[in-house]
């Protein structure tokens, strides 16, 4: 039997072959198999694991370390942590306000916000994201199957006066406060508040109505309402009012929101409102654009390039501010004349006659002490709830749902709200670095989805990151670790 020198056999373990060829070392695996002619177990002599040498000692071939890297690569485990990390990191009030308000759902109600805000996920994928995602390494063992979601969703949503006090941690003193409502298509047929009705495109659908509030002064969603298909804004505005609690906040409504029954329920709320009316309200005065004579004007000041007229006078103790845009102005009567030519069957001079006194003018009703200016740029600020109701049925894709109940619905609800808010945290944090021309919120978290964790032998790393992630990150000033 020859015999190997030490260098050589102190390389030689259990499971493995040394073999000596061409004057060269060799170690090979090598297993056994019982052979039942000869009744004694057989060699088999497996696949090539390296050479040996004395001066190198064993160095590995390359098949073997292929095989060895492929074999620690399927034991990786890979989840998203670049959103995770930002919401714990930088949005962790939300976990702290959640948990005062429930403290036996916060978690889930996070995680669920997460899927809806990362990738418009339905309920029914929720769980799936939730083990890709480092959320289920911070949030451990949460059951989201959908067996086990529906029983949550329904007792979740009864919790109106909860959800309502979390509404209430986003109030400012003296804000403003924008009005507006939307329809949301139903899929389902079993809860009373989906109403057959005529949505906003004009057409008739299955519908749930939904009432905003948004803040100018915080820049973030701040209430919503779910209110039947058939009953349309101006008829809830009052409990909206009341639940909200609002006191000190001016209301900028839009044009569907006037009634006399709508102003005397703010003035008896003692709140301050601007509210703009229909050009064809009786309570507008179009003298002074009539005679054409800027003498009787009370002045005119800036917007965004454009010169803006107005004048002022009282109607029953409240204050009207008529405005005049003249470049609007010639934009509508030019609009309407080729109507005219185009479409002679619906458009004619004689409407247009009457019409051309109110082309390029509004007029709002208030009672604040608000000068012309400052009314007129205040209600300008409706196109922000006007965006936001787009984000959430374009960008979050809730537009439409398929809930089967009401109190679900509700929670569904209080989940997107909860990604609204998020939404539009990325967005203000983009706009203080002066970035919103480059990138867009869903730019951010497109971007942050890419970074992942990695777990190997039992260790979490941070993964490589882009270069242009990290140079996303780095203007923005958020580290990710």
Excluded at 173 to 194: Q, R
Excluded at 412 to 426: G, S, T, V
């Amino acid at each position: 039997m020859a015999t190997h020198p030490e260098w050589a056999t102190k390389h030689k373990k259990k499971g493995t072959e040394l073999r000596l060829i061409g004057g060269r070392y060799y170690l090979y695996e090598v297993t056994s198999k019982w052979d039942p002619e000869k009744k004694r177990p057989k060699k088999i002599t497996g696949k090539l694991l390296g050479r040996i040498t004395k001066e190198d000692g064993f160095v590995e071939s390359e098949k073997a370390k292929l095989r060895r890297q492929s074999l620690s690569l399927s034991k990786l485990t890979v989840k998203e942590y670049g959103i995770t990390s930002f919401i714990f990191g930088h949005l962790g009030e939300y976990e702290t306000l959640l948990k005062k308000h429930f403290p036996d759902h916060y978690k889930q109600i996070l995680v669920l916000a997460y899927g809806r805000l990362a990738h418009h996920s339905p309920m029914k994928n929720i769980e799936f994201h939730y083990h890709h995602s480092f959320m289920s390494e911070i949030y451990k063992g949460l059951n989201l199957s959908s067996k086990h979601l529906s029983p949550f969703l329904r007792e979740f949503g009864a919790r109106r006066e909860q959800i309502v006090a979390f509404f209430k941690e986003f109030k400012s003193d003296k804000d403003n406060l924008l009005f507006d409502g939307t329809d949301l298509l139903s899929k389902s047929k079993l809860m009373g508040i989906t109403q057959y009705s005529k949505s906003k495109k004009g057409t008739y659908d299955s519908l749930t109505n939904l009432m905003f509030a948004f803040s100018v002064d915080l820049q973030l969603p701040v209430y919503y309402r779910l209110l039947p298909g058939n009953i349309k804004d101006i008829k809830a505005f009052k409990l909206c009012l009341e639940e909200l609690n609002v006191k000190d906040a001016a209301v900028i409504a839009d044009k569907g929101f006037y009634s006399q029954k709508n102003v005397e329920r703010l003035l008896d709320g003692k709140l301050k409102f601007i509210i703009p009316l229909k050009r064809n309200s009786s309570l507008i005065n179009y003298q002074k654009i009539e005679s054409s004579d800027k003498k009787s004007f009370d002045g005119f000041f800036n917007f965004q390039g454009r010169i803006i007229w107005y004048y002022s006078y009282a109607v029953d103790n409240l204050k009207m501010n008529v405005y005049l845009d003249e470049r609007l102005k010639t934009e509508e009567s030019n609009d309407y004349l080729n109507r005219v030519k185009s479409l002679p069957d619906r458009y004619n001079m004689e409407d247009f006659y009457v019409k051309q006194y109110h082309f390029g003018t509004i007029a709002m009703l208030h009672n604040t002490d608000k000068d012309p200016e400052k009314v007129y740029v205040n209600y300008k600020s409706r196109m922000q709830i006007e965006n936001m109701i787009d984000v959430f049925k374009n960008i979050l894709e809730a537009d439409s749902s398929y809930m089967q109940n009401e109190q679900a619905l509700e929670t569904w609800m209080f989940i997107n709200h909860i990604a609204l808010h998020w939404y539009y945290r990325i967005y203000q944090l983009l706009v203080k670095f002066e970035l919103t021309k480059k990138f867009s919120p869903m730019d951010f978290i497109i971007f942050l989805k890419e970074v992942r964790k990695v777990k190997a032998n039992g260790v979490w790393n941070t993964a490589e990151i882009t270069n242009k992630t990290q140079k996303l990150l780095d203007m923005l000033n958020i580290p990710i670790t």
